[in-house]
């Protein structure tokens, strides 16, 4: 069975704090990919990033980093120096690959961000 | 336009009422994706298209449910007597094309289905 999971539902912080979102996966597959996405108040969710499961290194992205960990199935996600405009809801993502890969992705729950001034 | 454009954005309806709900996908893309996400929940998959064939249904949750997409570009999900448990917000996504290993999904904002 494919799983994601992100532990938590609501985070708070203050402007300018870092913040690291979890991500926990489970998949039989092995050859997958991982996503985040972000989804605004107003709905539409946006990529922030693909992560094939043969690349395990981390990546960085202005503010945004990412922590893939093959051994412990996370792929977590740090914003550095939070700001009021990263409040969203944040969702982790798994995507399969082989001959089916059709861009059916299994979402985690989302975790709540909010980023206080 | 240059996003994805779902119409409408909220839709009010009664138990047993046929519903559609139309998705515009950006222009070019071939794959396009219909999710449905409940409140507090992430985005659940429902139909893949590639083209005008639908690839993959199997995330439709009964036969209430259909979706068509005839000419390649605009898709329409339809659902027939309609039930409260199917108010959710329903999700359109293009991509160039198929597979997450292209490419990123780009979604709409959703049509807000309210079965009363």
């Known amino acids: 069975a494919q799983k994601v999971t992100q532990a938590q539902t609501e985070i708070s912080v203050v402007e300018k704090e870092d913040v690291t979102l979890d991500c926990v996966y489970e998949t039989r597959d092995t050859t997958y990919y991982l996503f985040w996405y972000k989804q605004p108040p107003s709905g539409e969710l946006v990529f922030l990033i693909r992560?094939?499961?043969?690349?395990?290194q981390n990546e960085i992205s202005g503010r945004y980093s990412w922590n893939f960990q093959k051994s412990t199935s996370s792929f977590n996600f740090t914003i550095t120096a939070s700001q009021v405009v990263d409040s969203a809801v944040y969702f982790c993502a798994l995507g399969r690959d082989g001959s089916s890969n059709t861009g059916k992705l299994i979402f985690g729950q989302g975790t709540t961000l909010q980023v206080k001034p | 336009g240059a996003g994805v454009s779902q119409t409408p954005s909220n839709k009010v309806t009664e138990k047993g009422k046929y519903v559609e709900l139309r998705c515009d996908p950006i222009?070019?893309?071939?794959?396009l994706y219909w999710y449905r996400q409940s409140l507090g929940q992430g985005p659940e998959f429902l139909i893949y298209f590639q083209g005008t064939g639908a690839a993959d249904d199997s995330g439709l949750p009964n036969d209430r449910f259909f979706a068509v997409r005839p000419e390649g570009s605009v898709s329409t999900l339809k659902i027939q007597r309609t039930e409260r448990g199917d108010s959710a917000v329903y999700l359109c996504?293009?991509?160039?094309?198929?597979?997450?290993?292209?490419?990123?999904?780009?979604f709409g904002e959703g049509s807000r289905l309210t079965v009363l």
């Open positions: 222009s070019g893309h071939t794959a």
């Open positions: 992560r094939n499961s043969f690349d395990e």
């Open positions: 996504a293009s991509s160039l094309m198929w597979g997450p290993n292209t490419g990123e999904l780009f």
